[in-house]
């Protein structure tokens, strides 16, 4: 350690000097920041579990010596471990995130990693399990989802996603707006709090009422009949409505997906990244659907593993 100068019994390390590279190292440049703002304190202080300690005691009693703002809250995240065992390389039980995306794609290992174990919890690694959750979750889930539901848009609507017919609504489009509504709220709720698994399990939940929404209006079935039509493509509205409030959500955590959803459902990138919000009913109505290939092919268990589902759209926005 390095000898204090007023205390020759003391000696300070170099985690002090990495501490405050938390403030020096963003404020030493003239950095244009908005009016009132700055990069500290943070909102949340991200750090792992083993070092909590030092950010928690040390950092903020450095902090408040300084007469500076403590972070706003600290959130000490887990390990991953595989079958059990801290990852090690002496133990030779390492996981290449690197070789995981360019067999699974970056999207799907994000959203295993943020959807198997509740963050802040340690967690084990399996890829059967990150597989047995892309097949069921996301190719069976989300991708099945949106291919069938853009396939009726293309079948019975001349491939426009219809407007909404209000007076068509009955107990079954009350149901899917109000819960799926719900669990939008609940998802936003849990990111703000760090509860990433449970806003992707809210995801999965939509996903499975809109599936049950499709059953029980059976669209192949009023389309058989004329004057049925109105009912029809309400009911298109609706699935296609549902699909879209689903990008927002789901763009943080899988941003390459997310835009190739958007490009499906005929909506366009705006400047900033973001995509038109599809939460505004007047955004989705009289746009053309562009089907192309899944999001997530199906992964065949019977077969090694190797080859990679492609997923994501080299052109799209970087998260």
Known sequence: ??????????????????????????????????AGLG?????????????????????????????????????????????????SKSRGNVVDPNAMIDQFGADAFRYFLLREVPFGQDGDFSESGMVKRMNSELADGLGNLLSRSLTMIERFAGGVVPPHNAASDGDLETDLMGRSGGLLGEASDHIEHLRFSRALESMSDIVQLCDQYIDKTAPWVLAKKPEHRPKLMNSLYHIAFTLGSLVD????????????????LGLEP???GKFLRSKDPNLLPGTTVKKSAGLFPRIDTTKPQGAKPVSETPASPQP
Not at 3 to 29: G, H, M, P, R
Not at 59 to 78: C, K, V
């Open 1 to 34: 350690g390095i000898e204090l100068a007023f205390d020759k019994n003391y000696v300070t390390y170099v985690w002090f000097d990495a501490l405050v590279n938390y403030i020096s190292a963003l404020e030493y440049l003239p950095i244009e920041k908005p």
């Open 270 to 272: 705006i400047d900033d």
């Open 249 to 264: 959500l789901l763009y943080p955590f899988m941003p390459h997906t997310t835009f190739n959803m958007a490009t499906q």
């Open 39 to 87: 990069y500290w304190p943070a909102n949340v202080h991200l750090v792992g579990k083993d070092i909590l300690t030092t950010h928690a005691v040390y950092w903020s009693t450095m902090l408040m010596a300084l007469e500076r703002p403590l972070p706003r809250s600290i959130f000490a995240h887990g390990w991953w471990t595989v079958d059990g065992e801290k990852m």
